[in-house]
């Protein structure tokens, strides 16, 4: 997977894991913070949420062409490092409970500015890489490999928020409880039905709330709880200044792959290596790539509920605590060690290993097989948890899961049986169907959200927290069947003149995808929840016919 390389695709791997940490560390907690904070319904914030991300994900379209016609791309990088960074500051500005938006908003447009300048050409950049014959081969292996950086950077990205509310919320003598914002944001406008409910569990935050101090004991902990969530924004700052040092430090391994066709036209030697295509041949790929950008909308229309309605299961459907077993899923500091003393046994295990690699994976699964145990003991019967720290279940899965992914694809190509990537996106599709297939059985019986009123439901009504890990693990499958495949043949496909172009087109794609999030999400106060997954279900299965009917053109177009 890693062997013969180039090493500029190590220093993008970085760059692009720090970015990515820092933005899903926001993402994590954004409509937590917006329903928190401001008071937003599920469709609010569902809506704000899927503009925001239509917007970071729809202006690498403009980034693209901008670096293909004026800056070229490591500038237009660069560029796009110091605006998210500024973004990420306003955003972290604490304000008190229903402030400030107007700072939230205009720090969502500089984020999504700045992303628009780094995502898409970044991508561009490693697809250069393998421009040189030495490496062509490697592309796909290579899109896999930047695919974990992005996902090593999410995975730490919910513990990390959590950690930062955890702390900040303990300095105000308060304890993170799902239940108690919205039940909060209704007491204060008047609204709440079921006030001695709520003084109640008020009071197990602080005995000495009153009927009289309740309205105080409400902003309080609003406003602890919003200040919490600005400081884990605040992380996001970090993460870029970390990117931004990696990126410009080590420029020297990239700088081959750091122009565009119009910058080497300008070369005598460069232009000679040069490919022209004819307008047709050029039309032809455009328009087979937008065929694949159409089934992409669905794809990220669907996965992309992990932040959104998959996060409102699991805040009001799913158990807010777990045994000790179960914990060590939601627990990196137990979840990592066990994950490294099983590749120290694999290692330990393979005859073909030499004697010394060997050795060493049998101290490595002493060494984190230990660690694991003794985290393990640490536990309490029952481990309470934030709704976010789910979404560390996919990064972890992307990790785990893409060396043996690999694997199994380069033992099908010794084979001569390798899926081509119009077929893997296909199955791909499949999967993901099969992943929403999961949830809308572990919703059945369930009550409506409507009939919920938007709250918590009761312990009865709670459902064991395998049904989303299981959903989470079959997501992270079709992920890696879809999304670095994508990527890899958007870069061999592109015409070498609108490489940056149709990057940011996979991206506006993406985005439109997201924008049907707030679509969708605006459902989870209308429909039954089976029904909800069911939708789900129906547009992958159709997008995946739809993928197949394309195919025999697209692989026509792959080889030439």
Request: with cysteine.
């Given at each position: ?17 720090g ?7 926001m993402?994590?907690?954004f409509?937590?913070?917006l ?13 704000t ?8 994900y ?17 500038k237009?990088?660069?560029?796009g ?18 402030a ?26 490693v ?10 081969h ?8 930047f ?10 990205a ?42 109640s ?21 609003i ?9 884990g ?14 990126f ?17 036209a300008?070369?005598a ?27 992409v ?26 045994g ?6 939601f ?17 330990l295990?393979r ?16 060494v ?11 536990y309490?019967?029952?481990?309470p ?64 959200p409507?009939?919920l ?15 989303l890990?299981?959903?989470y ?6 992920e ?7 990527i ?18 996979w ?15 605006g ?38």
């Open positions: 997977m890693f062997k013969g390389q180039p090493k500029g695709l190590y220093i993008a791997f970085f760059a692009n894991m970015e990515r940490f820092g933005f899903y560390t993402v994590s907690i409509v937590l913070f329903q928190a904070k401001y008071g937003f319904t599920a469709a609010q914030s569902s809506f949420y899927s503009t925001f991300m239509f917007c970071v729809f202006f690498p379209l403009f980034g693209g062409i901008l670096a293909d016609k004026v800056l070229g791309y490591g237009t990088i660069s560029i490092l110091v605006v998210m960074f500024l973004g990420y500051v306003l955003l972290a500005v604490p304000t008190v409970m229903g400030g938006f107007p700072l939230v908003i205009a720090a969502l447009a500089v984020i999504a500015v700045g992303t628009g300048l780094f995502k898409g050409n970044l991508q561009a950049l697809g250069n890489l393998y421009d040189d014959p030495k490496y062509a490697l592309r796909d292996r290579a899109f896999n490999v695919y974990m950086g992005i996902n090593i950077g999410a995975m730490f919910p513990s990390a928020s959590e950690f930062v509310s955890n702390a900040v919320l303990k300095a105000a003598h308060f304890t993170y409880d799902a239940r108690i914002p919205a039940l909060a944001n209704e007491f204060l406008k008047g609204k709440l039905s079921d006030a001695a409910g709520y003084l569990l008020a009071q197990t935050q602080n005995p000495a709330v009153t009927a009289d101090t309740l309205k105080g004991f409400s902003e309080s902990y406003n602890a709880l919003s200040k919490s969530y600005h400081f924004f605040g992380v996001a700052c970090l993460s870029l200044i970390i990117s931004m040092a990696i410009w430090g080590f420029r020297k391994y990239y700088k081959q792959a750091d122009l565009t066709e119009k910058q080497k300008k070369d030697g460069l232009k000679a290596q040069m490919v022209e295509l004819t307008p047709q041949q050029t039309k032809e790929r455009i328009a087979a790539l937008g065929l694949v950008f159409l089934v909308i669905f794809f990220w229309m669907s996965f992309q509920q992990s932040a959104v309605t998959m996060t409102y299961f699991a805040r009001d459907y799913t158990v807010p605590s777990v000790k077993l179960t914990n060590l899923w627990d990196l500091t137990g979840l990592l060690p066990i994950f490294l003393a099983a590749i120290g046994l694999v290692f295990a005859k073909s290993t030499k004697s010394v690699t060997r050795l060493a994976g049998g101290a490595v699964f002493v984190f097989g230990a660690l694991a145990y003794l985290r393990f003991r640490g309490d019967a029952l481990n948890f934030q709704p976010q720290r789910f979404q560390h279940f996919n990064p972890f899965f992307i990790v785990a899961l893409t060396p043996l992914v690999i694997g199994v694809f380069d033992w099908l190509n010794k084979k001569g049986k390798e899926p081509s990537a119009p077929r893997k996106i296909s199955i791909g599709m499949l999967i993901t169907a099969l992943a929403f297939a999961i949830l809308a059985v572990g919703s059945l019986g369930l009550p409506s409507k009939s009123g938007g709250l918590v439901a009761p312990a009865a009504s709670q459902v064991s927290v395998y049904w890990i299981s959903t693990f079959m997501l992270t499958v079709a890696l069947f879809l999304s670095p495949i994508g890899s043949l958007v870069s061999r496909v592109a015409p070498p003149k609108y490489k940056g172009l149709m990057q940011g087109a991206f506006a794609a993406t985005a439109i995808g997201l924008y049907l999030v707030g679509v969708t999400g459902l989870w106060m209308k429909v039954p929840l089976t029904t909800l997954w069911l939708i789900f279900v129906v547009c992958c299965l159709l997008s995946m016919m739809f993928m197949l009917s394309i195919m025999k053109k697209l692989e026509r177009i792959a080889k030439s």
